[in-house]
């Protein structure tokens, strides 16, 4: 008999990768200090950095929090743009 699979985890965008990265080389903290006050695991949180491991869109919610970055959503294109002749 076969279990139930489970949905794919949704991993961050490269570009939300890349600023969480650099987010966290610089910030001077430890990563277990990062990972605590996060809510991150420590092991997925040392994964991410040395580039063995996609962050999932939970954990890189949570680091976005912690960093204080703001996610905006681009509206789709042509939308909110006036059309001149």
């Not at 063995?52 to 970055?69: M, P, Q, T």
């Amino acid at each position: 008999m076969m279990g139930k699979s489970r949905p794919p985890t949704r991993t961050a965008e490269p570009y939300l990768v890349a600023i969480l990265k650099e987010a966290i080389e610089t910030s001077g903290l430890k990563l277990v200090e990062i990972s605590r006050s996060a809510g991150v695991s420590p092991g997925q949180l040392s994964r991410f950095v040395r580039g063995e491991r996609d962050l999932s869109l939970a954990a890189a919610a949570k680091l976005v929090d912690y960093f204080g970055f703001r996610l905006v959503r681009p509206e789709p294109s042509g939308k909110g743009k006036a059309k001149g002749k």
